[in-house]
């Protein structure tokens, strides 16, 4: 082996050794410090730091704090139309959540959650990557083309699902008339509720390669090249050197790609409501689905709330997970 | 180096689960907000000669067509008006944010399956506060504008559901508008050819798709009370029958009713079921030659009953009695027979008073269909009231999992019956 890759994995296991050592450090350094400055009388510094912090955390407490505790008391609730007018809403303890659970949607919407995110990223993030090394050779409109890949991105959300519902149309849409050119009988991408979530699934990925482009690429940017080239010396060239050069190198950046994406996929809405509104027959249901239309079709505000608070709690440990991944990599 | 890219997005980001997680409450929020700052509003919304309107007629030609009965209307009462439109899918959060922060407006317009839910709020007073006569209106509207014994409001025209057929298809085969189900699925199988359907219609996963289900459940003598009967589960089977025999396109489960007119427009179905809401941009297309029928009925003699649809105008509870009084007045004048006959002959709907049928007919004699059906239509809400959009839910799962093959029209309604 030679001494570059086996240079760039030690570096690795050294990073994880130092940073679980900083974890355990870092607060008992802090502590006495704080308590010094609080016994000390108030400077006019501190009154300037103050100020600092002071629209960042009102802007927080407005904006974050208020929603989720509203969002959480609200799903103790009985909130329907009825509340916005007499603005009484009665405590109803945690009979949201037994409707949520006890309702024959939610295990098939929890599934099609499941099925809906891993499936959108495993394919964005193959193809993503797949595009992101692709486009790390230079070659006559490679810019440009990586410019081009970001399109997706940019057209709104309403947009790109009217354009795909009628791409995937069963009678006239593009893709079954290709794949009738070609010999292959339609397939009924948005009708059949066999298919319906793997359409949905795959108009999600074409939505989220650029994000997976973009930031994989700025990865692969930040490996120096001088890895390659001593890999190349000893003979780690193409498979071998994405396999033990780039791919531990870009490992932080992945991390941060999975996570991000699971927490954008999951709480994925307008899509589906613009592709199958979560038909046909319940086939493309997911929670957030259930949160909308509790909320915004039946007005049952505490119903929807309870099925978002499980939507938060889920993207919540995914943000745990991907602010110890973090650190890891600012530590780095 | 490398985490430099990682840092810079995370800030932004990180909040992303928060903010879209609890999509429900945020949408809330502003309404919270305005509540603090903008209490009292109802009295601050202009003075005591102008009456606040909200309604939903924001496109035109119905926006201007509408404006104009308002206009006219405020002369006849001597106030003034501010008309505020908003699109048809945010009324309701509209008025919900508004009742919230006392601002409704001094004359609402509702869609009248929903005034009940809004009347049960408590939003609304009752139009025998201001000795409004409802007496010559259509039983139904006055159903679906009526909550526990009390009409809370009128509405000038309705709308309803018919067959709409493409007179060229149709006489190529020589085919005359059906009547009843098995000729309707004759019609359809032999209308069928290349790219075209016999028919159309919506049957899409929202309460689109229950208001299409109905004029074949309900003429079939099916009662939204209980879904799981032999005659409801029969007029689910001819939209099964239908589809499994390429009769009608597989794709009626994703079409809304404004799919089904472009596809009956662009040639793609021979007939369709819609409303005459449509007729506007049928008869701007002049190459198309359509005609209407009531919708078919199963078996020869029975009655056609379809839905009723069209917008209710209501008197909110703004607190302001003086002009709680104006407002009920100029619902009155909205719903008068002169007003009735102005909107119906120029937004091809239906007047209320069932007096003026004849009338109207003989002025929009293509309306005769529609005019005839109304005068049998039901409400969707004159039965269950508020537990209608239950039943209008169980309907629309029923359909889609019939349709798509997932269960029979009986095991169907009885699956979606469990929730």
């Known amino acids: ?332 | 180096m490398r985490s430099t890219t990682t840092r810079d997005t995370r800030p932004r980001i990180i909040r992303r689960p928060h903010v879209l997680g609890s999509l429900a409450i945020l949408a809330i929020t502003p309404f919270a907000l305005t509540a603090c700052s903008g209490g009292g509003g109802a009295a601050a919304g202009g003075d005591a000669g102008t009456l606040t309107i909200l309604d939903y007629y924001n496109n035109e030609p119905d926006k201007t067509l509408v404006g104009d009965a308002l206009d006219r209307c405020a002369d006849d009462v001597g106030v003034k008006i501010k008309r505020e439109t908003v699109p048809g899918k945010d009324l309701i959060q509209k008025v919900l944010q508004q009742s919230s922060s006392k601002t409704l407006p001094d004359v609402l317009m509702l869609d009248n399956p929903d005034v009940q839910e809004i009347a049960a709020t408590g939003g609304l007073s009752p139009l025998s506060d201001y000795g409004v006569d409802t007496s010559g209106f259509a039983k139904g509207i006055l159903d679906a504008a009526s909550y526990e014994g009390e009409v809370y409001g009128l509405a000038p025209t309705v709308n309803t559901l018919g067959l709409f057929y493409n007179e060229d298809l149709l006489a190529a085969k020589g085919i005359t508008p059906p009547t009843t189900w098995d000729e309707l699925k004759t019609a359809a199988a032999a209308l069928t050819e290349g790219d075209t359907y016999g028919l159309a219609f919506s049957s899409i996963a929202t309460y689109e798709g229950s208001w299409q289900f109905l004029p074949f459940m309900w003429t079939n003598g099916g009662d939204e009370a209980d879904l799981t009967t032999p005659a409801v589960a029969e007029a689910l089977q001819l939209q099964v029958d239908l589809v499994n025999s390429g009769s009608a396109s597989k794709s009626v489960i994703n079409w809304s009713q404004a799919d089904v007119n472009d596809q009956f427009m662009a040639g793609k179905a021979a007939m369709m079921i819609n409303g005459p809401w449509q007729i506007p941009a049928l008869s701007a297309d002049t190459n198309l030659k359509y005609g209407s029928v009531q919708v078919p009925v199963n078996k020869a003699g029975q009655t056609p009953v379809a839905p009723l649809g069209g917008e209710v105008w209501t008197v909110p509870v703004t607190g302001d009695k003086d002009k709680q009084a104006k407002a009920a007045k100029f619902v009155e004048c909205i719903s008068s027979d002169e007003n009735q006959l102005a909107l119906a002959e120029a937004r091809f709907t239906v007047p209320t008073k069932t007096a003026l049928a004849e009338q109207y007919v003989a002025k929009v004699p293509e309306m005769a269909a529609f005019t005839e059906q109304v005068a049998n239509a039901r409400s969707r809400t004159g039965e269950l009231g508020e537990e209608w959009p239950e039943a209008a839910t169980e309907i629309y799962t029923a359909i889609q999992l019939a349709l798509t093959g997932q269960a029979t029209p009986e095991e169907a309604f009885k699956q979606a019956a469990a929730g």
């Open chain 1, 1 to 332: 082996m030679s001494s570059g890759i086996a240079g760039a994995s030690l570096q690795d296991r050294k990073t994880d050794q130092r940073s679980s050592g900083t974890d355990g450090g870092a607060p008992t350094k802090r502590t006495p410090a704080g308590a010094g400055r609080r016994s000390r009388r108030f400077r006019r510094e501190d009154l300037i730091k103050l100020g600092f912090v002071l629209p960042a955390a009102l802007y927080i407490v407005l904006f974050f704090g208020y929603p989720v505790v509203k969002n959480v008391t609200m799903s103790f609730q009985e909130y329907t139309t009825k509340t916005f007018f007499t603005g009484e809403a009665p405590w109803v303890g945690f009979a949201n959540y037994v409707t949520v659970f006890s309702s024959q949607l939610f295990t098939p919407a929890l599934l099609n959650t499941a099925l809906f995110t891993a499936g959108s990223i495993a394919g964005q993030f193959v193809i993503g990557l797949a595009l992101a090394v692709f486009f790390k050779r230079r070659f006559p409109l490679s810019s440009f083309l990586r410019a081009m890949l970001l399109l997706p991105w940019l057209l709104p959300l309403i947009v790109s699902s009217a354009t795909w519902r009628s791409i995937l149309d069963q009678d006239s849409g593009v893709l079954n008339a290709a794949l009738g050119s070609i010999g292959l009988s339609g397939v009924p991408w948005l009708t059949s509720p066999s298919v319906a979530l793997f359409a949905v699934v795959l108009v999600n990925i074409w939505i989220g390669i650029p994000f997976n482009v973009t930031i994989l690429y700025g990865g692969l940017q930040d490996i120096p090249d001088e890895l390659y080239e001593a890999g190349a010396l000893d003979g780690a060239t193409g498979w071998k050197a994405f396999r033990h050069i780039t791919w531990p190198n870009l490992r932080p950046v992945v991390s941060v790609v999975l996570v991000l994406g699971v927490v954008y996929t999951i709480k994925v809405l307008d899509i589906i409501l613009g592709l199958t509104n979560g038909g046909p027959a319940n086939a493309t249901q997911t929670l957030a689905v259930r949160s909308y239309q509790e909320s915004f079709v039946n007005f049952e505000f505490g119903v929807g709330a309870a099925f978002s608070n499980i939507l938060i709690v889920i993207s919540l440990l995914f943000a745990i997970v991907y602010l110890r991944v973090n650190r890891r990599a600012v530590d780095e």
